[in-house]
């Protein structure tokens, strides 16, 4: 437990690294968006400019006084806006992370839904399934999005088309993004329980007389779990990082969208805070998913 | 009326030969048959068919009655209720017979509960009493355990018990002492003799040795290429066996005190893609006549049973 958490702290200190390096090599002087355009820039201007936010110092210092300030929660103030960089953060989250849950809802129960569907059923509706999910994720996710506001939201009305704040604004941006993760959930989910359904202790199973139904949810489904939920977990940690397009498209106010505004704009502080709150998001969903798994499977207890 | 009674049943899956050729055996109430060959002979088919648990694309004829009901003609319900109260299979490899993420509670008490809707509490006292019986210490703890967390002898007498929760009259024991160590097979035997004799189950003991066959059953059918080749009373088999191959059998295996020589059966056996035209033994067997290779020998009465085999023929 202890090792897992020194191996964790030590994944976001090796990515807060790369985030503050890459800003740092990035192209342009940040001066020149400081000061707000190149006919601003008097000589004294830029020095004082370059002193007020410490340009001069060392890339190593200016690293260790960043880290120093996100660590104690001050990720410092927007170049852009002005603000304090968790204020903006705090008005963004909810946003995405109502965006992630419901679409993570959404992908888990039609996902499974339909990889279950697939693999007890087989033939025919197997086929039907393979080939329908592979196709919605096939279509890339902004012609989805148009798509479905033109239909759902201007033809028939039945949700708004731009903005957030309740769950009916999250539906059509949920659905766009929970589409794309259908295939592989689907996939996964129908590809375990097959491995699973060959097992002998499945076939003892029917030999005592239980019904298809239960063995299919007792056993097949239950010993099909383990890759499910990491697949589940793993698809959730990296949606935590893409919702940029499908915030864009329906015009939500979230992180993805602060984040492209932010790059766009040059603006360090609030791209490394959310390039920083990315990393950690993904590594906290892929630790919890790795903590959930000896609950699955006994025998991952052991070694624990 | 015997308890099970398979009548000439033909089981063909795609291959040169069918897996089974018209194979006939009785099991009456409190007796033992054993089931004899080599792996591929079909031995551990002619279990799966008392539960119908065949291969979908299988062709069958012929007849399986458990107490006189034909299980390959029952509807789903019926053989639902056979599978979970009449009939019991126990398994070579109880690690893979018991699922991994289950506790061995859940094991003893699935039959119960789900499937005759017996109430959770009773189904639960069943299993400890089902543990305690089949010579497990401390039954309680154990049902909270999972089956990594026991041993191989430990595991098949948790196999054992769960066959025998729902009262069956039959035992389907098919290589179940064959996977584990010599000690606890000899332990788990003599659990299987102690709970059929206490409970007067009928057994189709299905092993690859023909020794432990002669010694734990009554009647042994030997079977060849998916036909029953000898079947006899295990003490005549023994002694004086007369189809060529049943000779063999107990030819090949070393014994101490009467040195003779180990006389391993020449070839090797029959795929399901070696077609017979007449005796399926004939390419290995030392006896062979012209006759052999072109018709199927019938099986003729011998000292106590009956064997196939055209050297037997008058």
Known sequence: ?304 | MMLLSVEGLTIEAGGRRPILRDVSLAVGRGEIVGLVGESGSGKSTIARSVLRLLPSRARVSGRVLVEGDDVLAMSPEALRRLRASRVSMIYQDPRSSLNPVRRIGDFLTERLVHTLGRPKAEARATAVELLAAVGMRDPESRLRQYPHELSGGMLQRVVIAAALAAGPSLLLADEATSALDVTTQAETLALLRRVQAERELGMLFITHDLHLAAAFCDRVHVLYAGTVVESRPAKELFDSPRHPYTAGLLACTPELGAPRTIRPVPGRPPSLDDAFTGCPFAPRCPHTTERCTTRHPEPVAVAGGSAACHLLEV
């Not at chain 1, 210092?61 to 204020?87: E, F, I, P």
């Open chain 1, 1 to 304: 437990m202890i090792r897992k958490l020194a191996g964790l702290l030590a994944t976001l200190l090796a990515t807060s690294f790369v985030i503050f390096g890459a800003s740092y090599a990035a192209p342009g002087d940040p001066v020149t968006f400081l000061a707000g355009g190149k006919e601003n820039l008097t000589p004294e201007y830029i020095s004082a400019i370059r002193a007020q936010h410490h340009l001069d110092d060392p890339f190593l210092v200016q690293y260790g006084r960043w880290l120093g300030d996100a660590v104690t929660g001050d990720l410092g103030r927007s170049l852009q806006y002005n603000d304090q960089v968790s204020d903006l953060l705090a008005a963004r989250l909810p946003s995405t992370l109502g965006l992630v849950a419901y679409t993570t809802v959404l992908f888990v129960v039609f996902g499974v839904g339909l990889g279950v569907l697939a693999a007890v059923r087989g033939g025919r509706v197997d086929a039907a399934v393979v080939a329908g999910t592979t196709f919605a994720t096939s279509v890339p996710p902004f012609v989805l999005a148009t798509a479905l506001t033109s239909l759902f939201g201007v033809q028939l009305g039945w949700f708004p088309v731009m903005g957030g704040g309740s769950p009916w604004h999250l539906t059509l941006p949920a659905v766009t993004l929970a589409t794309g993760a259908l295939a592989i959930i689907s996939r996964v989910t129908r590809q375990a329980m097959i491995e699973q359904r060959e097992l002998d202790h499945v076939t003892v199973a029917r030999a005592s007389g239980l019904a298809e139904r239960l063995i299919v949810v007792r056993h097949v489904l239950r010993g099909a779990l383990g890759p499910i939920v990491t697949m589940c977990g793993l698809v959730t940690a990296g949606m935590l990082a893409g919702t940029v397009i499908v915030e864009t498209a329906f015009g939500l106010n979230g992180i993805g969208s602060l984040l492209v505004n932010a790059i766009n704009t040059h603006d360090f502080p609030v791209t490394q805070a959310v390039l920083l709150l990315m990393v950690t998001a993904y590594i906290a969903v892929t630790t919890l998913v790795e903590l959930v798994q000896p609950l699955i499977d006994p025998r991952a207890r052991r070694s624990g």
